[in-house]
Structure formats: structure tokens, C-alpha cells
């Protein structure tokens, strides 16, 4: 997970919340004026095409994507239409949106804490470092061991891995090159084409976390 800074809605879900002051999200229904859709895109932006949850890339092929309620729509209707409520995540099953379904979570892809509460491993898992962050990963299925999202620990691992290859070099030639440490943390950071690469923010703070741990 990282953190999410939500920009302006887009001005087609302004101009529908102006003429139809009473509806709901649900209310779009079949959305012949495409709602659905200007909003998603928004989130992709703001998001640089990386799910807001699991980071892995959306956005590039029909229905890897959807527009997700932080707060269940369910049970939080006058929040539906609220884009502050909303951000893109993936439709993979058994994970992020799919696990959630109307569940809460605790901590938000807007706080700050999704900087400070989740700890990434280069074995690809995650570690919740507070009982909020332990009850996230858990609704959202984000892979705190192999039991739990033996695929998705797998993916962030093996991303890992080709990213060091591609950089030609190893996790172990980074425990002492901070040099070489911050060169690649400034390529994953680098937005190309409105879109980051798959997983970068887990990458970063993956290498971040190992090196830390081995100084």
C-alpha cells in the first residue's frame, strides 16, 4: 500500500452531482454519461496506474481495474459520490477489493501511516508493524505470509528480483553502496508516461527495509 494524495474530482462528477443533488453512486445505474469511467480515470492518474492497495499496475486492459469505496458504499450511501472516498484498485481475486468486499479497514490509503505502519520484505511479504495495520492486511489479503497470498508474495518477490536484474546488480551489492541505493530508488520513482512501474513503492521500501536491517 501507499499513500494516495487525492486531487479534484473530475468535472463530469461535479456537473452530475449539480443536476442530481439526491442520488447516489448506485443511482448511476447502466451510466450512459459515463461517470464510472471519468472517475476511474482520475484515480488512475493521481495514482500513476498502481493499484491503490496491492500496487500492482491497472489500468492497461479491460476490467483489471474498478472504482473502490474506502468507506462501503453500503453502509456509508451519503459518502458514495464523495471522490475522497474513492481510488482505483485492482480486480484480482482474493485480494484487495475482492477480499474487502464491505468490510472496513483501518488504516486508509490517504493517511500518511501507510508510510510508517507496513513493513515490506524482499521474501515479498508484508509486515503489519500495528494491530491497525495487522486488521488491514488481513481484510484486504495483502500477503503477510505465504498462506495467506502465496501468489501476491510471490509476484512482489519475483518483481523484486527482475528489478535488481534489470539494474544489473544484487540486493547484497546495496548494503554498502547508499550511492547505487538512492540511484535506483530515483529510476523506481520516476513516472513515465503518466505511470510508474509495477509495485515501485514496494520495491523501494523493500530495498529500503533490507539494507536498514543489514547496516
Known amino acids: 500500500m501507499q499513500q494516495i494524495i487525492k486531487g479534484t474530482e473530475p468535472t463530469e462528477l461535479t456537473e452530475y452531482k449539480r443536476k442530481n443533488p439526491t442520488h447516489r453512486y448506485?443511482?448511476?445505474g447502466d451510466d450512459p454519461e459515463q461517470i464510472r469511467l471519468a472517475i476511474r480515470q482520475a484515480c488512475l492518474d493521481e495514482q500513476a496506474y498502481l493499484c491503490t492497495y496491492c500496487c500492482r499496475q491497472i489500468g492497461s486492459k479491460?476490467?483489471?481495474?474498478?472504482?473502490?469505496h474506502i468507506l462501503p458504499r453500503q453502509h456509508y450511501p451519503q459518502h458514495s459520490f464523495d471522490f475522497n472516498n474513492i481510488v482505483a484498485s485492482c480486480t484480482t481475486k482474493g485480494c484487495c477489493d475482492d477480499a474487502k468486499e464491505n468490510q472496513e479497514i483501518s488504516i486508509s490509503p490517504l493517511s500518511p501511516r501507510c508510510e510508517t505502519e507496513f513493513k515490506f520484505n524482499i521474501s515479498g511479504t508484508i509486515t503489519g508493524l500495528t494491530n491497525d495495520a495487522?486488521?488491514?492486511?488481513?481484510?484486504?489479503?495483502?500477503?503477510?505470509?505465504?498462506?495467506?497470498?502465496?501468489?501476491?508474495?510471490?509476484?512482489?518477490k519475483?518483481?523484486?528480483?527482475?528489478?535488481?536484474?534489470?539494474?544489473?546488480?544484487t540486493i547484497d551489492d546495496l548494503v554498502e553502496d547508499d550511492?547505487?541505493?538512492?540511484?535506483?530508488?530515483?529510476?523506481?520513482?520516476?513516472?513515465?508516461?503518466?505511470?510508474?512501474q509495477p509495485f515501485a513503492p514496494i520495491i523501494t521500501k523493500a530495498l529500503k527495509n533490507w539494507i536498514n536491517g543489514n547496516k
Do not use: P, Y
Not at 535506483?184 to 510508474?196: F, M, N, V
Open 26 to 28: 448506485d443511482d448511476l
Open 158 to 169: 519475483q518483481a523484486i528480483a527482475n528489478f535488481l536484474f534489470s539494474q544489473s546488480t
Open 179 to 196: 550511492e547505487l541505493l538512492t540511484l535506483l530508488i530515483e529510476d523506481l520513482q520516476q513516472i513515465t508516461e503518466g505511470k510508474l
Open 62 to 68: 479491460d476490467h483489471d481495474c474498478m472504482n473502490e
Open 134 to 156: 495487522k486488521q488491514t492486511i488481513d481484510v484486504l489479503k495483502l500477503g503477510d505470509s505465504l498462506q495467506q497470498n502465496q501468489k501476491l508474495v510471490d509476484i512482489r
